[in-house]
């Protein structure tokens, strides 16, 4: 690399210096759910003081990162940190909601505390609410960051900005797609593969709702593609696997994908087609 190169690089990382490594975002989220799960924490509290202390310590690493963004902030660093903590006992609550569904919804499931231990769902679900309060009070990056870290951990690709509801499960998940301006309803199952996205990607679309709206009580099966911002599903509907839908369809419904498989029998072993692949 010649000098102009270094140069320039070091001009990049003078600037960024003052930055919070996402490392330290992702490690907050983690300590927050921590906190509020006691199956997921590294250590065991012996008084409510310890517990209180490391309560503590989370909020100073949350001032610590949005000290370094108060410019960008639409309030003082401060008043987003306490607004945030004093979300927490919500979270907590739409969390054992969340859990609970996952728990009910999956015969697999032995305890909600199976569920938070080691269900990927309830993992992406968990930093997504973390990440919807800090997308809320107009924290910028900071929830980005975090639902890109449980996308990364899970398979599964929340935007922070989607509004979802109570009882939400996520079902196997991986490869899961909820967009920016997605609303889901209470209730709400998805399988493996589900895409609610937008139907264009033109930019000029960006402050424009043009994700779906999923209403009360649906479930979507495995690799459904839901499109567009004025697309609605009504509630209690049930939307089958691999099925494209870019309109609107009533409370109620059933829409199904029917592909054609040929399914045949031979009596002679001799008509057998062995490929080699």
Known sequence: MNSQFIHTLFESHQKAKHH????????????????????LAD?????????????ALLKEDLMRILMSMEPELAMPAAEV????????????????????????????????GEVI?????????????????????????????LTEYAHARTGIDIHPGAQIGT???????TGIVVGETCVIGNHVKLYQGVTLGAMSVDKAMANIKRHPTIEHGV????????LGGNTVVGSNSII??????????????????????????????????????
């Open 81 to 112: 940190a306490e607004r945030m903590m004093q979300e927490l006992p919500h979270i907590y609550t739409l969390l054992g909601m969340d859990a609970e569904a996952i728990a009910a919804g999956d015969p697999a499931a032995q305890s909600t």
């Open 167 to 173: 009882h939400f499960c996520i079902d196997h998940g």
């Open 219 to 226: 479930v979507i099966y495995a690799g459904a593609t839901i």
């Open 43 to 55: 250590e065991r509290f012996e008084t409510e003081q310890e517990l209180e202390n490391f309560a």
């Open 117 to 145: 231990r080691t269900y990927p769902g309830f993992k992406a679900v968990a930093i997504y609410r973390l990440a919807h309060a800090l997308y809320q009070l107009r924290v910028p990056l900071f929830p980005r960051v």
């Open 20 to 39: 919070v490594p996402a490392s330290a975002m992702c490690r907050l989220a983690e300590g927050v759910l921590q906190l509020l799960f006691p199956p």
């Open 240 to 277: 089958g696997g691999n099925v494209w839908l870019t309109e609107s369809v009533p409370p109620y419904s059933r829409v199904y994908h029917r592909p054609q498989i040929d399914v045949r029998r031979s009596a002679e072993p001799a008509d057998t087609i062995n490929f080699s692949i």
